[in-house]
């Protein structure tokens, strides 16, 4: 593999400060041509034990540290971030498939979490509260929670692991990492990385493993485990709180969507179709806040769709190390057949295929960017996430009518508003029933922003003040005088 920094591909896991082997070997490949990338230690539930240990064995030195001291570690992870930036998205290219310049921009977007959360850790504001009685001072201040237990997916394999270890390990938690046995080599990069920074053993752990029930199990009911963190979808995640129910753990889930993609007359159309292009095609659509029911106002229908479909077939599908590439493979053969599967019940539903609709000569898991109309609420494909290259349209007449079909849904994660009219703008981004709505724009995530669902999409929230507010207790502080 061509990496200016050698020392980043690494192939065993990382745990209480070592390099360990697994039990057997993993092979990781390139899902754009099958070709193997590298093969990695596959641990097991003993490794996941044995690294729930090692953070729990380091916690309390690391907890008292000083915000400032930590934040100085962080900082120095930050900057061998940055200065890695090239070989880090080239690894996650090849690991992953998304496009390069998509890759640099996740790693960018990784290392803004540990930058905002190494600053945000000397702001763990405690509070004097007025006393109910002259006998007595009452305060509160905030505490790391503990040992943080995550596992991660394999479509943003670096900045879904930033965005978690970053603000718990400024909070002076220690971490425990289960990466996507398909994208290991982000995380254990990142590894090399904090290790270089100054990140004490023990304080980071990552074990890549098959058997992700047996870890996972150990993630989500080791007594040593004071928080949880996954994204991932819905189903799992519904198991995943079952199992944290034995000890009571504070949790984190940031699950499945189903977003809807709302035009208005009113909306600027050059506007509606880039933002659109944006949510839907970023990642091939392998994305929890990727447009997934695109609502059309009736008179606007047929120009927007035209302008859209324009759009798409400018897509360039290829390697994601070649230049021009805008749209690379999805992550194996299995989420191929499902979308392909999509497409052919909602033709035979009664949708009509505009443009695409079947399987690219590139490589097995390359997928055509697909165009469908006439879709209704009634189809698996409404229903369902998508995770594809897949724009589904249909047309709605009033506002009412609208928000109705975008709330009924069980998810609650991101939806999008395209709107010139303020009025009508702010009164459909309060009625839509998501933790994130995005108005006149197609892309929102950021460092400082809370980022998480409602109802079956999640709860808890990552990234902005309220994210770090995730890795901290409160406790109350009564003194007699």
């Known amino acids: 593999m061509d990496l200016n920094n050698n020392q980043l591909l690494k192939t065993q896991n990382y745990i209480d400060g070592n390099w360990t082997d697994g039990v057997a070997k993993l092979a990781v490949t390139d899902p754009a041509i099958g070709k193997l990338v590298a093969e990695i230690a596959d641990g097991s539930a003993a490794d996941a034990e044995q690294a729930v240990a090692a953070a729990h064995a380091a916690f309390p030195a690391w907890s008292r540290k000083t915000a400032g001291e930590r934040a100085a570690v962080l900082k120095r992870w930050y900057q061998l971030i940055v ?23 996740e790693i960018d977007y990784g290392a803004s979490f540990i930058e905002w959360f190494a600053e945000e850790c000397r702001r763990a504001y405690g509070q004097t509260i007025p006393t109910h009685n002259p006998g007595m001072r009452l305060s509160t201040i905030r505490q790391p929670v503990g040992v943080v237990t995550c596992i991660t997916p394999w479509n943003f394999p670096n900045a879904m692991i930033t965005r ?97 993609f709302i035009v208005f007359d009113d909306a600027d159309i050059d506007m509606a179709v880039n933002a659109c292009m944006a949510s839907k095609f970023r990642n091939a659509g392998q994305t929890c806040v990727s447009t997934n029911r695109i609502y059309v106002q009736e008179s606007v229908h047929d120009a927007f769709v035209d302008k859209l479909a324009a759009a798409i077939e400018k897509l360039q599908a290829g390697h994601g190390l070649e230049e021009g590439t805008t749209l690379g493979p999805l992550i194996f053969r299995r989420a191929v057949d499902r979308v392909h599967g999509l497409v052919e019940e909602a033709v035979a539903n009664g949708a009509k295929l505009r443009l ?63 709107s010139e009219n303020i009025h009508r703008a702010n009164r459909v981004v309060e009625a839509l029933e998501y933790g994130i709505v995005a108005c006149n724009a197609g892309v929102f995530s950021t460092t400082v922003a809370p980022f998480g669902g409602i109802k079956e999409s999640g709860i808890g929230r990552e990234g902005g003040v309220e994210g770090m507010a995730e890795f901290y207790e409160t406790k109350y502080c009564c003194y007699g005088v």
């Open 164 to 260: 978690k270890a970053g603000p718990a390990l400024a909070a002076g938690c220690t971490v425990v990492v289960k990466p996507a046995s398909e994208t290991p080599l982000s995380a254990l990069a990142l590894c090399a990385l904090g290790e270089q920074a100054g990140l004490p053993a023990g304080t980071l752990n990552v074990v890549v493993g098959s058997d992700s029930a047996a870890i996972g199990k150990v993630l989500t009911q080791d007594p040593r485990v004071s928080k949880f963190t996954f994204t991932g979808s819905t189903p799992v995640g519904k198991l995943l709180m079952a199992q944290c129910a034995s000890t009571v753990k504070k949790m984190s889930m940031e699950l499945g969507g189903n977003a809807p």
């Open 83 to 105: 200065d890695n930036r090239e070989d880090l998205a080239r690894l996650l290219t090849l690991e992953q498939g998304k496009p390069l310049a998509e890759a640099l921009g």
């Open 356 to 418: 695409g609709g079947d399987f690219l000569s590139n490589g097995e898991n390359y997928y055509a960017a697909t165009l469908l109309t006439d879709v209704d609420d009634s189809m698996r494909i409404s229903q369902e996430e998508i995770f594809g290259p897949l724009a589904v349209v249909q047309k709605f007449r009033e506002e009412e009518e609208v928000i109705q079909c975008a709330n009924n849904t069980p998810f609650g994660l991101a939806a999008y508003v395209m």
